[in-house]
């Protein structure tokens, strides 16, 4: 069966206190990530720990659509004690969000990959504050500029921005790649210094350790 990337994303990223990420990092793998993969309407997911930027973990889950995060098996896993951290957090951020470039219907993005993959082994997770008189701006940027472009680079599964339903109101951007190395790479670098790039860098404000590179640690499907 074809693998369909759900229009539904889940983020949940972490820090830890030092001396603890060991044991929170089996946790997140062993039991929060393999507990919601379990979930009717889940379509996959990954646990990935960071390259650069913070913070430091990130569990990311796919689902057909967000109302499957609302839906009554999803929300008794998140109230449960049996998925809770063993450990005391320093950081913790839950995102919800809806997936709007590519949307849908409409052409898939020409990324050399196939739908049956699941999510990559290394990622670039952006979380961004747009101004809102100037969305129709950075929509226009996403849909003519920065995806066309992104296409060309060698490397790169997808690219996929999301809408935000809960939690920061912030423009999620996940870039999802072959390794790290294609970040470094003159298509990516040319992608990154487009005049219109220029112009939208101008007014939007990355959060603290956006964007982040993280490389998969854990589950995948």
Known sequence: MVRTHG??????????????EAEASAWLDEVRLSAMLEVPGVSGGAS???????????NLVEAENVHVFYGEEFASLMDSAEIGSPVA???????????VYPGLPGRPPDFPSVEAAGLA????????????DRLADFNGWYSRDRG?????VPGV????????????????????????????????KHMNASEWTARVRSYYRQEPGSPGVYRRKGYAR
């Not at 957090?89 to 997936?99: G, H, W």
């Open 7 to 20: 229009m539904g994303l889940f983020a949940e990223l972490f820090d830890f206190a030092e001396g603890e």
């Open 48 to 58: 990935y720990e960071v390259i650069d930027g913070a913070p430091r973990f990130l």
């Open 89 to 99: 957090t320093t950081t913790r951020i839950r995102l919800v969000s809806a997936q």
């Open 121 to 132: 082994p290394v990622i670039q997770f952006g979380r961004i504050n747009v101004p809102q």
């Open 148 to 152: 066309p472009l992104c296409e060309k």
């Open 157 to 188: 599964r997808r690219m996929r921005r999301y809408s935000p339903v809960e939690g920061e109101r912030l423009m999620i951007v996940l870039y999802e790649m072959e390794d790290e190395s294609v970040r470094e790479t003159p298509e990516w």
